[in-house]
């Protein structure tokens, strides 16, 4: 009887280890938040501050932007240069490749903790792109890990006792093709290492290349939660998407097609079309100091929620889509 008792704490020792606490379907009829690259409408995108920031907020995903550093290292950033984030045109000048940009695959991990992060600019001018978020070279920011993102938000998991999701985006597969390296190879590892294995883990996989994701999902017959990203046309590969897929991230305006003759916004058939195969649909960015033709960011999201009635949102500003949705529940 001890011997098989042992055995069994043996066991679930070594199984916990690495794991998630709860399991969770994606939930389907609650309207999820998405924080693009942590809180970045506050802190500078990608982050630990900027993800500690979405997390109190209340998000329900944070995002992840993942590409490989020289030593096989998943670094958290949105582009797979440097110099738009970071100081490295100061500290590695002569590791500039002939196009003028500093690639990421060019360093080693312990050469990019060594780069500060900022509030992201113009590497021409230095000027901040949004220039209302927080000022650019202040304080101090680093790179890290996508390993090291993921105990950050699983030590949080622990220490509020909430489930929070990961969102990582495999960054430019065929870049990392043509560098010598399969990235979403080291990608499922390294989520397969912290537990997320399937559709109830609490993970949701994206990326823009089609082509990658039917791989991700037939070749390396991986279980978990897949997000088609689209920019243009996506209806007519829907049927196919959904063959591979869980969901689609479109850009929002491929969903909200500008104004009819009485003023009122005009809705595609995109989303309604997804849903008729089941597929989620996750749009993209919505940014309260980047509205475009909406009046205001409570419009937007009203159009965009429950008029077109996506899924979910990835917002650089959290607080307010949370914000939001509690008022219309
Ligand atoms: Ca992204």
Redesign the pocket.
Known sequence: MYRFLILFLMLSVSCSEHQPEQKVEIQKNKKVVIAHRGASGYLPEHTLPAKAMAYAMGADYL?Q?VVLSKDDVLVVI?DIHLETVTDVAKKFPMKKRKDGKYYVIDFTFEELKQLNVSERFDPATGKAVFPNRFPVFTSAFKLHSLQEEIEFIQGLNISTGKNIGIYP?IKDPAFHRKEGKDISKIVLKVLNDYGYKTKKDNCILQCFDAKELKRIRNEYKSELFLVQLTEFKTDEKLEEIATYADGIGPWYYQIIDGKDKNGKWKITNLVANAHKLNLTVHAYTFRADQLGDFNSFEELLQVALYEANVDGVFTDFPDKAIGFIDKNK
């Open positions: 995002e932007d949105h985006e």
